[in-house]
């Protein structure tokens, strides 16, 4: 018989992390941790008894690297991971190469006043495990690059040109849980003269640098975090900075970054509404969006507002959602001019940019 509550396995070489964690999940009333393991050696012989429904891992661990682990775990026993993540720079580089390889979504904890900010991201815990094993595991993970993988070259012939385009064209893009893999579609089958291209990812401070350098190092188009006041070019995306608001305006003819402190938005900052806001203020039937896997409802509204303004909009489809909230509900609002799988998007989005350019060039 199924447990009614989440079962949890903890995951963490500090005994005072693990502690907490548990403690942390049994005070909920849906789930508990059913063990806690201090290697994940230990963990795997856990995992195999308990079967439980979701795993929380600590990226830095004894014995065997956490992202060995997780690669392992996810090829050969997938389960949803939350990975408990350190804030530093390494930290934030392996956050991101977890996520590659199959981790849901990642709490980010202090280096610091560890215990007391543990219990402070108690609610992003738990909502996280929550949403995790609700989640929706992609069958094909990824292996990572290797580290100093070189961008790939501009003549890749399966990577046409979009041709002549208007400069005033933007895409935008909104995601959050599952979203750091599904904007990696997107991004690595545009080619380099694609429109600039605008982005908000529920991520926290200090980790979107490691995302954008990740992408750039992927991409035709360059990555990067977006700088308040700066220039949106065409061939370059701009991921909203964690912790900030992000929003798009006009300096004469240019489109500019606008990146400020500004108010939590549907519980968010960065906010997908926010951005997309100003997409349907100042960019109008010059506007493309995309909204992709996430919990929750950020950017719905402000969709439909785009739409109303003459943008042209996708929204993720189930099946392909490792959630399928944000999109599920854009879709409800009206927002959507075409809900497709995640393979399916870039390519309808350059096959309308160059129907729209009128070139005529086909792969």
Request: aromatic share 4%; net charge neutral.
């Amino acid at each position: 018989m199924t447990s009614t509550k989440i079962t949890v396995v903890v995951v963490d070489d500090s005994a005072l992390i693990r502690g907490l964690l548990a403690e942390i999940i049994n005070k909920q009333p849906d789930m508990q941790c059913i063990g806690a393991a201090n290697d994940p050696l230990v963990a795997r012989e856990m995992i195999r008894e308990l079967n439980p429904d979701v795993i929380t891992l600590d990226v830095e661990m004894p014995r065997m690297d956490g992202l060995d682990f997780l690669e392992r775990l996810m090829r050969l026993r997938p389960m949803p991971v939350v990975m408990i993540s350190t804030l530093t720079q390494q930290g934030a580089d392996v956050t991101i190469r977890a996520l590659e390889l199959g981790a849901v979504d990642f709490v980010a904890k202090p280096r610091i006043g560890v215990a007391d900010g543990v219990r402070e991201l108690a609610t992003d815990i738990v909502d996280k495990i929550r949403i995790a094993a609700k989640a929706q595991l992609r069958r094909h993970v990824a292996k990572p690059a290797a580290p100093g993988a070189t961008k790939p070259a501009g003549g890749d012939s399966a990577i046409a040109s979009v041709g002549r385009l208007s400069t005033e064209k933007l895409v935008f893009i909104g995601a959050s849980t599952g979203g750091t893999e599904a904007i990696k579609e997107i991004l690595t089958r545009l080619p380099a003269d694609a429109p600039g291209v605008v982005i908000t990812q529920h991520m926290p401070p200090g980790f979107t640098s490691s995302f954008a350098a990740r992408l750039n190092s992927l991409c035709q188009i360059t990555v990067q975090e977006a700088v308040n006041g700066a220039r949106i070019l065409p061939g370059h995306a701009y991921i909203a900075p964690g912790g900030k608001q992000f929003s798009v305006n006009r300096s004469g003819a240019n489109y500019v970054c606008v990146v400020e402190d500004g108010e939590l938005v549907n519980r968010h900052r960065p906010s997908v509404e926010v951005l997309f806001k100003s997409g349907a203020k100042v960019v109008g039937r010059n506007a493309y969006a995309i909204m992709l896997t996430g919990m929750g409802n950020d950017g719905a509204k402000a969709m439909k507002e785009m739409r109303d303004a003459g943008s042209y909009n996708y929204c993720q489809d189930e099946a392909s959602c490792v959630v399928f909230g944000m999109p599920r509900e854009a879709i409800l609002a009206g927002a959507a001019d075409e809900v497709l799988p995640l393979t399916e998007i870039a390519p309808a989005l350059l096959q309308k940019l160059r129907a729209e350019s009128g070139d005529r060039y086909r792969v």
